[in-house]
Antibody
Framework: EVQLVQSGAEVKKPGESLRISCKAS????????ISWVRQMPGQGLEWLGR????????NYRPSFEGHVTISVDTFVSTAYLKWSSLKASDTAIYYC????????????WGQGTLVTV | SYELTQPLSVSVALGQTAGITCGGN??????VHWYQQKPGQAPVLVIY???NRPSEIPERFSGSNSGDTATLTINRAQVEDEADFYC?????????FGGGTKLTVL
C-alpha cells in the first residue's frame, strides 16, 4: 500500500525557518516525482513545485521560486519543503502528492501539514 | 500563464445528475484530472486522463473533455458526494488547478 506520511503541525513566528517532511512507502521512491501543494485557509489548491527523486531536479511555480526549497533524501524515502524566512501569508495546509504517470495526475496524497505563522 | 475556470458552486437534487465544468484555452488537447476534497481531508483523485476512473471511485463519476471545456459528471448524486471539486492539468512544466467548485446535494 502506497503511503505518504507528513510531519506534524507547526507554529512559527515570521522570519523563522522551517522544514516539513513527507515520508513515502509502498513503492520505489525514485520512480515517481513528488509535488507540494498549498491550501490557504478557506481557499483552493495551489501547486508550489515538484522534485524528481532520481536526480533532485526541481520545478517551481514562478511565484514561489526563491521563497521555498524542495529537496529529497532517497536513503529515507522522504521529500522536504523548506522556508528560510516565513511570512504570515505562509499560513496554510501543505500537501505532498505522488505523480502517477506522464499525464501528470496525483493518485496519492499525504494527510497535510498545517503551518501557522 | 494557463488558467482553468470553474463555477464557484453547483447544486443538485438528491439522485439527479450534476455537471461541473472546467474551462481553459484548448483544454481538449490536454489531460484533465479531477479531485474531490471533503472538509478536513486531503484531495482524492476521482477522474484521471479526462475520463478514467480509479477502481475505488463509484461508477456514477465520469468525465469528458473537448474543445475549451472539460466536464465532471456525477450521476445519481448522493449526500456523500458533497465536497469541493478541482480540475488539474499540466502546462509548460507546471501544474495548474482550477479554482474549485463546491457541490451541494439538496
Amino acid at each position: 500500500e502506497v503511503q505518504l506520511v507528513q510531519s506534524g503541525a507547526e507554529v512559527k513566528k515570521p522570519g523563522e525557518s522551517l522544514r516539513i517532511s513527507c515520508k513515502a512507502s509502498g513503492y520505489s521512491f525514485t520512480s515517481h516525482s513528488i509535488s507540494w501543494v498549498r491550501q490557504m485557509p478557506g481557499q483552493g489548491l495551489e501547486w508550489l513545485g515538484r522534485i524528481d527523486p532520481v536526480d533532485s531536479e526541481t520545478n517551481y511555480r514562478p511565484s514561489f521560486e526563491g521563497h521555498v526549497t524542495i529537496s529529497v533524501d532517497t536513503f529515507v524515502s522522504t521529500a522536504y519543503l523548506k522556508w528560510s524566512s516565513l511570512k504570515a501569508s505562509d499560513t496554510a495546509i501543505y500537501y505532498c502528492a505522488r505523480r502517477r504517470d506522464i499525464s501528470g495526475y496525483y493518485g496519492d496524497w499525504g494527510q497535510g501539514t498545517l503551518v501557522t505563522v | 500563464s494557463y488558467e482553468l475556470t470553474q463555477p464557484l458552486s453547483v447544486s443538485v437534487a438528491l439522485g439527479q445528475t450534476a455537471g461541473i465544468t472546467c474551462g481553459g484555452n484548448n483544454i481538449g488537447s490536454k489531460n484533465v484530472h479531477w479531485y474531490q476534497q471533503k472538509p478536513g481531508q486531503a484531495p482524492v483523485l476521482v477522474i484521471y486522463r479526462d475520463s478514467n476512473r480509479p477502481s475505488e471511485i463509484p461508477e456514477r463519476f465520469s468525465g469528458s473533455n473537448s474543445g475549451d471545456t472539460a466536464t465532471l459528471t456525477i450521476n445519481r448524486a448522493q449526500v456523500e458526494d458533497e465536497a469541493d471539486f478541482y480540475c488539474q492539468v499540466w502546462d509548460s512544466s507546471t501544474v495548474v488547478f482550477g479554482g474549485g467548485t463546491k457541490l451541494t446535494v439538496l
